[in-house]
């Protein structure tokens, strides 16, 4: 069965940092591009960020470009996202996915089944 399960969010000032984890099972992880979905309140869930099945190739959203760095761990099936510079704008729940194929366009639609997320609240 597969599952993803975050952790690591919580409430931070603006500014502050944050790093969350994804542990993945259920499938050969090694083998899939991981990403990181967030979904603000009231809004669509939208793409985040992309991680390569090797980690060799990242991409991310404008919006979080040079703030936000992912990274993964392949012999403990997990995905990370580093945060920092922290904003208001970045309230979210924020979920981990993946596929084997990597796609740098925003379609959550592209994706199964999906954890419980891990919130994050920038707030001063």
């Known amino acids: 069965q597969v599952q993803f399960v975050e952790s690591g969010g919580g409430l931070v000032p603006p500014g502050g940092s944050l790093r969350l984890s994804c542990a993945a099972s259920?499938?050969?992880?090694?083998?899939?591009?991981a990403y990181w979905y967030r979904q603000p309140p009231g809004r669509e869930r939208e793409l985040v960020a992309v991680i390569s099945a090797g980690g060799g190739r990242t991409s991310y959203a404008d919006s979080v470009k040079g703030r936000f760095t992912i990274s993964r761990d392949n012999g403990q099936n997990a995905v990370y996202l580093q945060m920092s510079r922290l904003k208001p704008d970045d309230t979210a729940v924020y979920y981990c996915?993946?596929?084997?194929?990597?796609?740098?366009?925003?379609?959550?639609?592209?994706?199964?089944?999906w954890g419980q997320g891990t919130q994050v609240t920038v707030s001063s």
């Open positions: 259920g499938f050969t992880f090694s083998t899939y591009a």
């Open positions: 996915n993946a596929l084997l194929g990597y796609y740098t366009s925003n379609d959550a639609r592209r994706f199964g089944s």
